[in-house]
């Protein structure tokens, strides 16, 4: 048994049960639309478990991640943007980041198949042009076998908050100079909704949910624009330990929160 899932035989039983009573009560009209999730720990789970490799850690965190789109799926939650990997991880050693390279190629091949079957028609943001051509080809793959589906996931790969606004206001002001707008005339035509409709994915609804695991409370650049307005789960677990439990446990924060939008 994979050790993200090691738990003694009687616990099983009772979180199983507690599962059940916490959708019980879980009100499925206040459930997020739109759910950010930052897969965060991996490196440290594989130290606190005595992993041989952090590639161990990193399958066995794609494997819950796999789990986890199903958990949703079982739900009304038609949104769902995954943080993979950031920009900053790239600067990490090679001998860190390659072996997470290849189990992110690992997780594109298997994705079609296991997104199809939930649903999800598959996306990926972010700066591939920083990132390893085999991963962006299988990325490209996984992209083209799940065109359909109701649901959309989105994997945030070489990915960075301030980078995508950064982008998004660079192609405004060059739409706006192809359009022949005056330099002087293009401060006018900027606002909000001018620079979200150039983001990386315009047509989806800002995040209602954002989690974190790992126990860190923050966003270090996630999804900044979208997120404004979210509500935040930071869970203390890592992410390959992350449970269905601690997931109906956020939804069922988010579901009692008297959301004010900033007022």
Same mark, same amino acid.
């Given at each position: ?8 035989? @009687? ?46 850690? *990193? ?30 991880? @790239? ?67 070489? *990915? ?11 192609? @405004? ?91």
């Amino acid at each position: 048994m994979e050790q993200a899932a090691r738990k003694p035989r @009687l616990t099983v039983p009772l979180y199983r049960l507690y599962e059940r009573r916490l959708l019980r009560h879980l009100d499925l009209r206040r459930l997020p639309r739109h759910i950010g999730i930052i897969l965060d720990g991996h490196r440290r789970y594989a130290r606190a478990e005595g992993l041989d490799t952090y590639t161990d850690s *990193y399958r066995s965190g794609m494997r819950r991640f796999e789990e986890f789109l199903g958990w949703a799926a079982e739900l009304p939650i038609p949104l769902i943007t995954a943080w993979v990997l950031s920009t900053e991880n @790239l600067d990490r050693p090679a001998e860190q980041i390659e072996p997470y390279f290849d189990t992110l190629r690992e997780m594109f091949e298997r994705v079609p198949a296991h997104a199809g079957r939930l649903g999800y028609q598959l996306n990926v943001i972010g700066s591939r042009d920083l990132l390893p051509a085999r991963l962006v080809s299988s990325a490209k793959q996984a992209i083209e076998a799940t065109k359909s589906g109701s649901r959309q996931l989105t994997i945030a790969m070489g *990915y960075g908050g301030r980078q995508e606004i950064v982008d998004a206001c660079r192609d @405004l002001v060059e739409g706006m100079a192809a359009r022949g707008v005056s330099a002087d005339d293009m401060a006018k035509h900027v606002d909000a909704q001018a620079i979200a409709a150039h983001l990386y994915e315009p047509d989806q609804p800002d995040a209602d949910l954002v989690i974190r695991t790992s126990g860190e409370s923050r966003l270090s650049g996630f999804l900044l624009w979208q997120a404004a307005y979210a509500e935040y789960a930071f869970v203390d677990v890592y992410w390959p330990a992350f449970r269905r439990v601690d997931f109906i446990r956020a939804l069922r924060d988010y579901s009692a929160a008297d959301r004010r939008f900033g007022r």
